[in-house]
């Protein structure tokens, strides 16, 4: 076989890896009624430049993480929403949290779907087909497909329930959403384009729901 052949043949395997070789699925409420399939994008192929150069990031920026970084990690790993307590204790605010248990019981469906509709693998799958090595954080809640986060999508949909109660701190509460995807990628766990593409559905789930379930915010 030609060596460009062998290297394309390589290139056809690699592409072909998912996050497992299995799917799943979960009944989607009724409150949802946006053609949630076809929001995001098709996540980048693993042997995209855009895949390559997310993973040398990821390699780099898992190589060598402080104590600060570590409870960082340990805390959002846990409950993303612990990143809003100093927000609400400085300003005498309060997170209903029946509000948000009930928001986010009807997009997780949505949002475990579509993990398992794209099958990302997680960037520590690929990361040795490249020669990188990702110094991925151990973590219970990082056995789903990757694409999109699912930490960044809960963590932005307490933000939006957040800014509509409190609109004056909504670029607080939102700053705390774009930190838990930071420190997810400082996990290893996943690559910045779950994170972008978690803002995207957030986004749109919000939109589809916030009139229907909380009316006497609006």
Known sequence: MDPQ??????SKNVDKIRYADTTKTWKVSDRITIGWKKVLPIPPAN????????????????????????RL???????????????LKKNNLILDESKFKRLWNTVRPVILNLKWQYNRPRPAQLSPFFGLKIDETDSKSAHTPSY??????????????LSAT???????????????????????????????AAMVI???????VKYKMFPELF
């Not at 052949?5 to 390589?10: G, P, S």
């Not at 930490?151 to 329930?161: E, I, N, P, S």
């Not at 607080?172 to 996990?187: D, E, I, K, P, Q």
């Open 73 to 87: 990690i340990e805390l959002v790993d846990k409950e993303p929403l612990d990143l809003l307590q100093p927000v």
């Open 202 to 208: 957030a986004g749109a789930l919000w939109e589809d």
């Open 5 to 10: 052949d062998i290297v394309l043949e390589a």
């Open 148 to 161: 999109p986060s699912g930490h960044t999508v809960y963590a932005t949909m307490g933000a939006y329930l």
């Open 166 to 196: 409190y609109p004056a701190h909504s670029d607080s509460f939102f700053h705390c959403a774009n930190l838990t995807g930071y420190v997810r990628c400082l996990m290893g766990v996943h690559y910045p384009s779950d994170n972008a």
């Open 47 to 70: 042997t995209s430049k855009t895949t390559i150069k997310e993973l040398r990031y990821l390699s780099e920026l898992t190589s060598n993480i402080n104590s600060k970084q570590r």
